[in-house]
């Protein structure tokens, strides 16, 4: 009895650890997939058709990869940029700090008045909001049918949101790998080896 007790323990400690480092993974897993939910990729198509109107559908994705929402605008009349901008001072003790951001919103108004805003950027990844403004300015000044197709998203939500899943996805790699190892180990042809020796 004195041997049966500690293993017992020994197991409970151990499915109690397995527990807490699976909450932990699930529990950063959320902050990461909730992130991107806030501030997921958006991608821009946008096409000038023959008549002249400017059309967009801008996508929503949470890492790029899972689609949430489209919306589609027709009839672009403008694409304009609102900029503003953040700056905190701080005084140490023997340091001064200045801090300063300027975030960027993408305005599009549509000819029945519908408008849409971007969410504020100021570190972004593929095009900037004023480099988008500029590309959907050009499709209302073109003369024939054109094209543009462009993506962006905010540097900080997508690698935070990233690295927080990270280990999530390495615990569910760890689990598929766990499985497969032993379904193609077979206990019972191994010991119908062992008694054939």
Same mark, same amino acid.
Request: net charge positive; with cysteine.
């Given at each position: 009895?004195?041997?049966?007790?500690?293993?017992?323990?020994?197991?409970?400690?151990?499915?109690?650890?397995? @527990?807490?480092?699976?909450?932990?993974?699930?529990?950063?897993? #959320?902050?990461?997939?909730?992130?991107?939910?806030?501030?997921?990729?958006?991608?821009?198509?946008?096409?000038?058709?023959?008549?002249?109107? #400017?059309?967009?559908? #801008?996508h929503r994705?949470?890492? +790029?990869?899972?689609?949430?929402?489209?919306?589609?605008?027709?009839?672009?009349?403008?694409?304009?940029?609102?900029?503003?901008?953040?700056?905190?001072?701080?005084?140490?003790?023997?340091?001064?700090?200045?801090?300063?951001?300027?975030?960027? #919103?993408?305005?599009?108004?549509?000819?029945?008045?519908t408008r849409?805003?971007?969410?504020?950027?100021?570190?972004?990844?593929?095009?900037?909001?004023?480099?988008?403004?500029?590309?959907?300015?050009?499709?209302?000044?073109?003369?024939?049918?054109?094209?543009?197709?462009?993506?962006?998203?905010?540097?900080?939500?997508? @690698?935070? +949101?990233?690295?927080?899943?990270?280990?999530?996805?390495?615990?569910?790699?760890?689990?598929?790998?766990?499985?497969?190892?032993?379904?193609?180990?077979?206990?019972? +042809?191994l010991g119908?080896?062992?008694?054939?020796?």
């Amino acid at each position: 009895m004195s041997t049966v007790l500690p293993k017992q323990t020994r197991k409970h400690s151990d499915f109690r650890d397995r @527990l807490f480092y699976i909450g932990v993974a699930l529990f950063f897993a #959320v902050l990461g997939v909730g992130l991107q939910y806030i501030a997921p990729v958006l991608s821009y198509d946008c096409r000038r058709d023959a008549s002249g109107a #400017v059309n967009c559908t #801008v996508h929503r994705r949470m890492y +790029g990869l899972i689609p949430l929402t489209a919306q589609r605008l027709s009839r672009i009349v403008s694409a304009e940029v609102e900029s503003s901008s953040y700056s905190d001072e701080r005084l140490g003790v023997s340091i001064y700090w200045r801090f300063m951001e300027t975030y960027y #919103v993408l305005n599009l108004v549509c000819a029945d008045g519908t408008r849409w805003s971007s969410f504020g950027s100021t570190e972004p990844m593929g095009q900037s909001n004023p480099a988008l403004a500029s590309g959907i300015q050009e499709l209302l000044a073109a003369e024939s049918p054109r094209e543009f197709h462009a993506w962006m998203a905010e540097k900080v939500p997508l @690698l935070v +949101g990233t690295i927080f899943l990270a280990p999530a996805v390495l615990l569910v790699l760890a689990l598929l790998l766990r499985i497969l190892l032993f379904r193609r180990f077979d206990p019972a +042809g191994l010991g119908g080896l062992m008694k054939k020796k």
